[in-house]
């Protein structure tokens, strides 16, 4: 059985003259452990198809199922559920709280995990020992991107997605934090699906997958690079 | 202008916001036009009422009748009017009824309604022979209508209409009473021919009689009352002021003035605090814009003028409304304030300067304010306007590396982070649980008074009986003492001075300081004390009535009795004070009726009718603390609300990354809203010391007319009570914020990038 199946979802904002169909038909599979990266220009319709496996927006039609649980027909309390139980979000925006420490901020996660790694030893790995008791106002564009993987990952989630994680970083931290992701998903098995409209980045991935105008026009599985190899 | 029309457009978006400055507004106009109005009805109505129907000035009674001769001349050396009253009480049933001979210089009669119909306008009337008049209360609790046959004495009259006399206003029967008894208690005006009549008809009935006088000149006071003093040694004297019969509705109309425009000055200062607030928060939010609008070649003035209509909406509104609510609750407020004397008509008398000024004030205030903030805001330069982005946190960075639960320092930093936010919410929430509480701290000191003070204000004894003049003798199952009252300079609050003999055992007297009393010192009652502010030691000066000697005297120790305004001492002591012989008393404590002629008693208290009439007074205040206890729930709801409001706009990006991160509606409420939940016993103990004293304030008010000193009494059922209303109110406050957190929308306010 798949991990993750997309089946003909399409999603459209505004009415009339102003009418968008940001998604159009779209079909998907992704299996356990695979990482997809999602290629597209911007405005292609990549978050929007991000946020509906993720359950933050509903689809107009079709369904995505996650581990044979069919988000598309779960109600709020349910899709926070999924969200709590199953998913790491990392986004450009980072998204921190600002009135919290890094470690806090991964502790807003632990909290409700099931079975949490241990938040001060990921820290370690993810190179912010050293800034535990910061706050992101404190921080560089990369560690925060940084913290804020180490809060979507800190529940050890079976799905981590990331939406142009590294659209705000220079190429030192870029490198840096493709690596980590890249070391979770072989420590851990964890599916990533990651969004961005960077080429490179195409390079780390297992599954590649291009959309254009909300329909997918590229999906092929294929052998993947180490991120010291991807040229940035 | 397209500017004005995005304050309009704003109102949806800053909703809590005029809710809270118009229902506040609303209410404090409200407040200030009943008051004024209400105050402005009782005055003139009292006016009309004293100065239409010629309303003593003062009263007395002497032991012996003053003279035709001594009357006349009198009149004629102080330039004053003077006139016996005569009366007679008439028991039937459990009913009295006080039947005056009509007077014709002093305290006129006004019949407001006969078969033939009503008058509106206060005018003296003569009474006709045969025909009794009495109050129109009584008449309606005792089914009595205007042609029924009443038998008085044994004669047959016909109740000929509804009257009131000017100094019966306050119908009481004895003056310890504060409120008149309108079921068992009437007084009844007749003819002079009649009243003579109805005293042959029937031998047991006593012709009582006392003095009124009205002075024309008050440097003849004095004079006149040493002449009289000289002449015939009256026994009472009673200024009108000190009359409550006459002075409980103008001492209302006073009280009510500066009571209720203090609460909605209070009102209004919180109003003017959260526009304020709002409108600088709106004015960062918008800095760009106006930077951009300043860039473009706005005037700072144009741009000024645009805000103002922010504030000017909800005060305009609120205005408004509280001018539309103001009249009806005038009505009411009037009804309420006359429900408390006999019935009689009177008109509420609206005046348009008060409206004005209510309506005004508000307006003037929050523009005032306006211009305040925006010109502090809007000076700043273009440039450095649109450089502020909106949502600009400033985070305080405390418990950095404190381990403590992120909830716990999250709240902390929300808390610091935006103190004005905070600074806002303690005065509201403080604000709003002050008016709670006040009610409940009023009625717990009153129910004090009445349980705990009451009971044991005489003693042992049951029975007071006040005679009219001094004597001497024994008086079976009774103790005499000396009785009289002094003023003391500088207040207008008088006390009475008691002289007991070394062997009484019913007056009360056990010291506070558990000190026992040595006879022929002087002793003070700890409800006078507090009045006049005086402690064991202090010297106390005092002024005689009627010949205006002063006295200073110390006071050794206070004596525990909060009901009765006292000074004991020995009889020889007060007998020389008085200037009576130590032998000679004028009243009479007992445990049960002593046998004293009815011609020669002035009055009789009896504990049970005292306490009765202070139970009926705190009955009345009950519709004033409900009505203070909705406002204050009222304006805290919409508080929690607005603040609830702020916060979550604040937090919107946190909110919705919290929904991303997989926490439930009721979790996020719990970190987003928890700031509040810490504040809230906060706000509400510190509201207790203020309640205390704003409680102290109105007792003291409260003091002035009914005699008790009632000392502020909270009992901690009621401080835990109000305190649930509190937190009652504030979860109902959070459903409706829980609903505007629900509404945040994940994918929306995490697109917003820095
Ligand atoms: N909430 C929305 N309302 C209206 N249009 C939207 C909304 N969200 C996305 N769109 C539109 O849908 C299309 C796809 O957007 P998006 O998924 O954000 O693209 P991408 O992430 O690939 O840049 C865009 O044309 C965008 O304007
Ligand atoms: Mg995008």
Known sequence: ?232 | MTLGRKAFRSVRKNLSFYLVTCFLTVVAVTMLVGALTTANTLGQSCEEIYGNLCVEDAQFATGQKISYEDLLRYEDDFDLLLEEQKYTDITIGDNIIRVFSASSKVNLTWIFETKDGKSTEVTPSSATDDVVYICKKYAGYNNLSIGDEVVIGNEKLTIGGYALRPDYLNTLKDLTETIGDYYHFTTAVVSDDTYEKILKSDMTLTDNTYYSVIFYDSNNINPFRQTLYADYRPVEYFNSDANSRISTLRGEAVMLKEEFSSYSIILFALVMVIVAFMLSRIIDGESVNIGTLKALGYKESELNRHYVLYALIPSVIGSLGGILAGIPFSRAFCAFFYGDVDSFPYSVRYKIIYMVVAFILPIIFNIMVTVIVTSVLLRKDASMLMKKGKNVKTVRKLFRGSGLRFKTVYMFRVLIGNPVRTLVFIIGMTVASMIILLGGMCQDSQRNVLENVLPDMMGDARYETGLKTFRTGEVENGQTLIDVMFEVPGTSVAFNLIGYDKDNTLLKRESLSGNPLTYGEYYMTSGAAKYYGISAGDDFTFIHRITGVETTITISDIIDNDALRLVLTSKENAARIVGVSPDEYNNILSAVPVDVPAKDILKIADFDSYRDSFEQALATTKVVYAILLTVGIIVCILMVNLLSGMLIDENERNISMLKVLGYHGSEIRQIILRPNHLLLPCCYILAIPITIYMTKLMMLGSTEHSGVYIDVVVKPVTLIMYFFIVVGAYIVSLYFGSRKLDRVDMVESLKQED
């Open chain 1, 1 to 232: 059985m798949e991990h993750i199946t997309i089946r003909n979802i399409s999603r459209g904002y505004g009415q009339g003259e102003s009418a968008v169909k940001a998604l159009d038909d779209v079909s998907l599979d992704i299996s356990k452990g695979e990482v997809c990266v999602i290629l597209g220009p911007s405005g292609s319709g990549k978050s929007t198809l991000l946020n509906m496996i993720g359950g933050l927006d509903r689809v107009d039609s079709g369904s995505i199922t996650v581990d044979g649980l069919e988000i598309t027909a779960l109600n709020k309390k349910q899709l926070t559920d999924y969200r709590r139980e199953k998913l790491g979000m990392v986004f450009q925006a980072y998204n921190l709280i600002p009135e919290l420490n890094v470690i806090e901020n991964v502790r807003v996660v632990k909290d409700i995990a099931k079975e949490p790694l241990d938040e001060t030893e990921l820290l370690h790995v993810l190179g912010l020992e050293k800034h535990m008791t910061h706050f992101p106002s404190e921080l560089s564009g990369g560690q925060q991107q940084r913290c804020s993987i180490a809060r979507a990952i800190v529940k050890n989630p079976a799905l981590l997605l990331c939406d142009e994680l590294t659209g705000a970083l220079d190429s030192a931290s870029t490198r840096e934090v493709l690596k980590v992701l890249q070391a979770i998903n072989e420590r851990y098995n964890t599916t990533i699906i990651m969004i961005t409209h960077d080429e490179r980045i195409s390079g780390m991935a297992d599954r590649l997958v291009r959309i254009r105008d909300g329909r997918v026009v590229e999906n092929t599985v294929k052998t993947k690079l180490k991120a010291e190899e991807l040229g940035i």
